[in-house]
């Protein structure tokens, strides 16, 4: 069964600092790997997909990576603003875009 | 394009009433999928169908559970009879094989 785990559980950083979230995944037969934001009381936007043949993707000051070989995951954050607060999730698909959720972490990026 | 969207936002019921969920879908999307999001399990998937049709429904809790998909754009969740424990917020999904999943609001249960 695929577990999926996030560190760390909460952040809190000053803005303008650059900070790494970190994913990790048990079984590495993935089809992909999305990263997704929520904020209190509602949905989950996508952030980025990548596909299990990718490396990483960009999008504007976020960049994730991918080794699925050792089954993990980071989403990079580039200056950090006060907005960039929420929980990020990052999950994982084993075919047919069935996904499995880490517990997600927390950020708060402080003025 | 209004994106996925959910009915109701909110709903508070006693403890044996039924309760229906509703999502209402964009359209040119395959697959369809419930999570329910708790804090002490976080998100878990409870159904999902492809092309109308339910695939796997290994996640739904127990028989009390049970969803329709009627159309590609509208489906139900419903649970009968509700109980305390099923309090969460339940979110519908869609997507397609490799490409990002679209979410509702999520619809916040409380039974009392």
């Known amino acids: 069964k695929q577990e999926v785990t996030q560190i760390p559980a909460a952040l809190s950083v000053p803005e303008g600092e650059n900070l790494v979230l970190n994913c990790s995944f048990t079984?590495?037969?993935?089809?992909?790997l999305q990263w997704f934001r929520q904020d209190p009381g509602k949905g989950l936007t996508s952030l980025l997909l990548i596909q299990s043949s990718q490396r990483e993707q960009t999008s504007g000051r976020l960049n994730a990576s991918l080794d699925k070989s050792s089954g993990r995951s980071t989403l990079y954050i580039a200056a950090s603003q006060p907005g960039d607060s929420a929980t990020y999730l990052c999950a994982v698909s084993g075919g047919g875009n069935k996904l499995t959720f880490g517990t997600g972490t927390q950020l708060k990026v402080e003025l | 394009d209004a994106g996925v969207i959910q009915s109701p936002r909110h709903e508070v019921t006693e403890m044996g009433q039924e309760v229906t969920l509703r999502c209402k879908l964009i359209?040119?999307?395959?697959?369809l999928f419930w999570y329910r999001q708790t804090m002490m399990r976080g998100l878990e998937l409870l159904i999902y169908?492809?092309?109308?049709?339910?695939?796997?429904d290994s996640g739904m809790p127990e028989d009390r559970f049970s969803a329709k998909m009627p159309n590609a754009s509208f489906s139900t969740l419903k649970i009968q009879p509700s109980e305390p424990r099923d309090s969460a917020v339940y979110f519908c999904?869609?997507?397609?094989?490799?490409?990002?999943?679209?979410f509702g609001q999520g619809t916040r249960l409380t039974v009392v």
């Open positions: 079984d590495s037969a993935i089809y992909n």
């Open positions: 999904a869609q997507g397609d094989s490799n490409t990002e999943a679209f």
């Open positions: 169908f492809n092309n109308n049709v339910p695939i796997d």
């Open positions: 359209s040119g999307h395959n697959s």
